[in-house]
């Protein structure tokens, strides 16, 4: 079990566009996902992506199938390891594609909150750790999670995406009593 650094923000290489993985079931590989699992899991984390224990590769891990201490209202995501993915909105009943506004943290930006838009429904391909394809469609808080997370992959924090800046502030000041770890 390796449980590596998270960056934080003002790191550049948090702000770098991930290489795509070119060599799946590798040693490597496996051995890149089985450190971002132990970190995610070890910070209560919703998801993890590569470059923010500094390997600039597309590689993201979000979902537990449990629910998270961090996230106790959220709906549950599938334990989910992604490559080179690409991200797709898609529209709702109404032919629409629409976007919806809610609270994010990052452990990259550690004690801080900030309401951020995102495509209420996307579709996400990608690859498996053994290069098998993977594809998604989903909404509300895994279509959040994904993007949150592959936004990593292109060097975007979500304070690169907040629009309200009245709604951005400190965890413990944001949402007093909320049982969350001081780190975020
Ligand atoms: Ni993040």
Redesign the pocket.
Known sequence: MTVREILKMGDPRLLRVAQPVTQFDSDELHLLITDLLDTMHAADGA?L?AP?IGVDLQVVIFGSGLPNPRYPQAPLVPRTVLINPTITPLADADGLVTELEDWEG????PGLRGKVPRFARIRYTGFDPFGDPLTRVVEGFHARVVQ??CD?LIGK??PMRVRDFSQFGFTEVLFPGLDAPADD
């Open positions: 998801g992506a923010q990052c452990l990259s930006v949150h997370e990593h924090l979500y």
